[in-house]
């Protein structure tokens, strides 16, 4: 089976730094996705990693754990307009498809 | 502007009703999806479409009909929907299957 773990609600203060984390399960692994979700609107595209290590863009950079099946996206120097939702997402197995997490609220607050 | 457009952006419809979703993307890609969001639960996958094929129907209720007639369009057609599938509708297109998908503004649905 395939299952992604992240928690459910974070809040942090404008300006700080927040980490939010992401455990998955998969019987094959083709990479991870980091997505932003405003309240209604759509997700979009923050992050791609399939190799160990952490990719930085901007403010925002992703770590990968393949040998732990853990990952994690960083956000630095918090603005306000970070308060959104954080998907991680695996390809699922044998599928043509992303398979996502529940997601993590995280709120910023001044 | 994400290069998927939906519309229409808000619909409420009856439980008798029959109405259709329109996804178009501008982007060249070759695989088209329809996902449905509820309230506090992770995006769910209905249907996957790779080259105009579909490949992937999760089990979705024949109330909810998907066509593809060409890789930059998809369809959701709608009839005798139930007020559990108020949601939003998201429709994302990527490269090929299982790539970077960019999603579009989706269409909130209400059921009545």
């Known amino acids: 089976g395939q299952n992604i773990d992240q928690p459910t609600e974070m809040t942090a203060t404008e300006g700080a730094i927040v980490q939010i984390n992401c455990t998955y399960q998969?019987?094959?692994?083709?990479?991870l996705f980091w997505y932003q979700q405003h309240a209604g609107e759509a997700p979009t595209f923050l992050s791609y990693?399939?190799?160990?290590g952490l990719e930085e863009k901007g403010r925002f950079s992703s770590f990968l754990s393949r040998s732990k099946g853990y990952s994690y996206l960083l956000l630095k120097e918090l603005q306000m307009k970070d308060s959104a939702s954080y998907l991680c997402?695996?390809?699922?197995?044998?599928?043509?498809?992303?398979?996502f997490g529940t997601g993590t609220r995280l709120t910023v607050i001044p | 502007e994400t290069g998927v457009t939906q519309t229409p952006r808000h619909l409420v419809m009856g439980m008798t009703n029959k109405k259709s979703l329109k996804c178009e993307q501008h982007l060249g890609h070759n695989a088209m999806y329809w996902y449905k969001q509820s309230a506090k639960k992770p995006l769910e996958l209905m249907f996957v479409y790779n080259f105009k094929e579909q490949t992937e129907n999760n089990s979705v209720p024949s109330r909810f009909s998907p066509e593809c007639p060409n890789s930059s369009h998809l369809f959701l057609h709608l009839h005798t929907l139930q007020p559990e599938d108020s949601a939003l509708y998201l429709c994302?297109?990527?490269?090929?299957?299982?790539?970077?998908?960019?999603f579009g503004p989706g269409t909130r649905l209400l059921v009545l």
């Open positions: 994302a297109s990527s490269p090929d299957a299982s790539e970077t998908q960019y």
């Open positions: 990693n399939v190799l160990d």
């Open positions: 998969t019987s094959g692994f083709n990479g």
């Open positions: 997402a695996c390809p699922q197995t044998g599928a043509n498809n992303l398979f």
